[in-house]
């Protein structure tokens, strides 16, 4: 009993000393006509914890650099304009909150990584509820951990590839929170390379240039519900393992190379009740190994799924496949992958025992997608007589599709979710 | 020639196999709509009577008709009336019926069901299609004065249309596969009014596929208004210049 109450008195102790603490930060004002005009002053001027409130204004004080852990808010948006020259604001040190600003204007640069806020080499970062307006770089982090990024709007005005620029941009950054960011505009929407451990949940990433999400080397990272529509060649996600994706929306991603979701190189992972709409191909798979597919919708897509012969021991169990034009295609008679109890709507086998599973197998495979796999210039044949002809004997007699691509146990009804 | 006009569209109206085929249009497309919950899949259903059914009922009728009626037109030459008016009557009572019963049977229940620009498109090709067979018809039964053989003719036309044409397309892509075709693809589809009439309703339809990986172009060239226009043009000019041929031969033709 004795060694309790000793704690407790130690517990009372420490929490005095944490209530007191903030108590003693100081709170410094900046406003443009008032004592303190500058940001960059007060930061200066500040100690370690104390917080600055930026009023409404226009800040145009070059780059902004944070050498010291502080809460930064800016009331009703006040401005950072890096006068289409510089990097606006600089994080360099931990502990940093960033809250409540309008970040515009920052600088272009062909060789130099300009970014509107950007983290280097920090620990425990806020970035929340800003606002950025036309930047080349969105957020970038470098060497960046346990950052937070939430519910940040990013825009800019990105027209090529080689003039523009990432919204969220992470390199070598480990365990970070990107939360209900709105990105549009950018060359990729989030971008990480060697990022780890990290959450990304409920972004909205549209109308970029090239994809709305995209990362590299980046393992153990968990995408939710983040949903990324109209983006130039949709979602690209490369060399990674240990990627989760659960829910999110990958819609309208058109043209001649768009693709909902791009997989080149990812193994060991899973994906989930993540929905396909009206993609050019909903997911393209590439050299990808060891991921399950569960539970996934795929409806109205050009291809809902393009599995290349170089893919092996994936999963793809219990989704749903309706309205596509094409449910799979592939460019090889190689098959090292599982398709199992999925529903099919061009399936047209029976169930005589009623159990809800279809007795003959379904061939995703269509024979005129071989074709048009082969010789692209072929959709012009779409739909006719000759193919349709061609397609029917090919499902009676499998010939040129893969013989062992087929699901066993092919639903007769979808699966509600 | 109205006078005509009247005469041969009453006649083919009592028909009984006109009456058939509008009913059997109807049905189909009723099912097709009535069973499929979705609008666009019946669509797609509706698109291979389309272009199967359409061109073949219209090629065969027009056929058998104009054999049929070979001891009226005769009558008629007799008479002080010119032969090309009289063959332009027959041929615009022939296709004026045939487009009645189209529209009965499918144009009908199309604007009921997908009254869209899908829709629209459908029963335009429809129409047209039918003209265009027509038109055909008439200038396979001037080929030969014996029915079987004129209606050989016409069954070989529609299958040449249907099957043979694309089956020559796969070939000669596979063939020339090393060499960019797309824009050879283009004028490939200009010859085939059933091609040209399903990639236009497809371009309304399955927009996914032909515009995804491959065929761009497609779209931007029918997408477009100009491009648009141009193939409503090559439509207008495959019911023009079979007709053209058999106004010419029925007019110096030895009855």
Same mark, same amino acid.
């Given at each position: ?5 000793? $704690?407790?008195?130690?517990?009372? @102790? ?52 944070? /050498? ?10 006040? =401005? ?8 606006? +604001? ?6 940093? /909150? ?38 080349? &770089?969105?957020?970038? *982090? ?17 027209? /090529? ?8 941009? @992470? ?38 240039? %090239? ?32 990627? /989760? ?5 990958? %819609? ?6 768009? $693709?909902? +979701? ?35 919708? &795929? ?22 496949? %309706?309205?596509?034009t ?8 190689? =098959?090292?992958?599982?398709?199992? !109890?999925?529903?099919?709507?061009? $399936?047209? !086998? ?6 809800? *599973? ?8 269509s024979l005129y997608s071989?074709i048009a ?5 072929t959709m012009m044949l779409f739909r006719s007589f000759m193919v349709s002809l061609l397609d029917k004997s090919e499902k009676i ?21 | ?11 083919? #109206? ?10 059997? #249009?109807?049905?189909i497309?009723?099912?097709v &709509? ?9 669509v797609l259903s509706l698109l291979n009577v389309v272009l199967i059914i359409v061109p073949l009922i219209s090629i065969i ?5 104009? $054999? ?8 008629? =030459? ?20 045939? @487009? ?20 629209? *498109?459908m029963?335009?090709m429809g129409?047209?299609i039918t003209?265009i067979f027509?038109?055909i ?17 016409s069954i070989l036309l529609w299958f040449y249309f249907t099957l043979i044409f694309d089956g020559i397309i796969l070939f000669?892509l ?14 490939f589809s200009?010859m085939n009014p059933v091609d040209l009439g399903r990639i236009l309703i497809l371009?309304?339809l399955d927009?996914?596929a032909l ?33 053209? &041929? ?10």
């Open positions: 009993m004795k060694s309790i109450s000793k $704690y407790y008195h130690w517990l009372t @102790c420490a929490l005095i000393v944490m209530i007191t603490l903030p108590a003693q930060a100081k709170t410094w004002r900046v406003s443009p006509k008032g004592k303190l005009p500058s940001v960059q002053q007060a930061i200066d001027l500040a100690s370690p914890g104390d917080t600055i409130v930026v009023e409404h204004g226009i800040y145009k004080e070059k780059t902004i650099t944070v /050498t010291k852990p502080l809460y930064l808010l800016g009331i009703n948006y006040p =401005v950072l304009d890096g006068e289409r020259k510089h990097e606006v +604001l600089a994080i360099k040190s931990s502990r940093v /909150t960033v809250e409540g600003f309008l970040v515009q204007h920052s600088g272009y640069s062909s060789y130099n990584d300009i970014a509107g806020i950007r983290v280097y080499n920090s620990r425990l970062v806020t970035i929340k509820n800003n606002k950025l307006f036309d930047t080349f &770089f969105g957020i970038y *982090t470098q060497h960046a951990a346990n950052c937070t990024i939430t519910g940040n709007e990013l825009q800019s005005k990105a027209v /090529t590839e080689l003039n523009s620029a990432n919204g969220i941009h @992470c390199w070598k950054s480990d365990s970070m929170h990107i939360v209900g960011n709105k990105i549009s505009g950018h060359r990729d929407g989030i971008y990480f390379e060697f990022v780890t451990n990290s959450l990304i949940e409920k972004n909205y990433s549209a109308g970029n240039v %090239r994809y709305g999400l995209h990362f590299m080397f980046s393992h153990d990272d968990k995408y939710v519900e983040n949903e990324f529509f109209n983006n130039g060649a949709g979602v690209a996600v490369m060399f990674s393992r240990g990627v /989760t994706m659960i829910g999110n929306t990958f %819609r309208e991603n058109w043209g001649g190379a768009a $693709y909902g +979701l791009l997989l080149k190189e990812i193994s060991d992972s899973r994906m989930e009740h993540n929905r396909f709409l009206k993609n050019t191909v909903g997911i393209f798979m590439e050299g990808t190994s060891r991921m399950k597919i569960v539970s996934n919708d &795929f409806d109205n897509n050009g291809w809902a799924m393009r599995v290349q012969a170089s893919c092996s021991e994936n999963e793809i169990v219990g989704n749903n496949f %309706r309205g596509n094409f449910d799979v295609g592939t460019n090889g008679s190689l =098959v090292l992958n599982t398709f199992n !109890g999925n529903y099919w709507d061009k $399936y047209e !086998g029976y169930d005589l025992d009623r159990n809800g *599973t279809g007795d003959v197998p379904y061939r995703p495979v071989m796999e082969r010789n692209p210039a007699i499998p010939g040129a599709t893969p013989e062992n691509l087929k699901d066993e146990r092919p639903q007769m009804r979808p699966f509600k979710r | 020639m109205k006078k005509i006009i009247k005469y041969v569209i009453l006649d083919i #109206l009592r028909n009984r196999i006109m009456i058939g085929y509008t009913l059997f #249009l109807l049905i497309a009723l099912s &709509f009535g069973l499929e919950g979705n609008p666009s899949k019946g009728f027009s056929t058998i008709y104009v $054999y049929n009626s070979a001891e009226f037109i005769e009558l008629l =030459v007799s008479q002080p009336i010119k032969r090309r008016s009289l063959w332009m009557s027959i041929f615009t009572g022939l296709a004026s019926s045939l @487009c009645t019963a189209f529209f009965i049977g499918c144009g009908i229940p199309l604007l009921i069901y997908v009254p869209d620009a899908t829709g629209f *498109t029963l335009g129409l047209l003209v027509t038109a018809a008439l200038l396979a039964s001037m080929f030969t004065r014996d029915k079987a053989k004129g209606i050989g003719i000669l596979f063939q020339f596969m090393d060499y960019p075709l797309e824009k050879a693809m283009i004028a200009f371009l309304k927009i996914s515009m995804g990986a491959t065929s761009a172009l497609f779209r931007d060239f029918f997408g477009s208004g100009q491009g648009m226009i141009i193939a409503l043009l090559i439509m207008a000019l495959w019911i023009i210049l079979p007709l053209w &041929f058999s106004v010419r031969r029925f007019a110096q033709k030895d009855l």
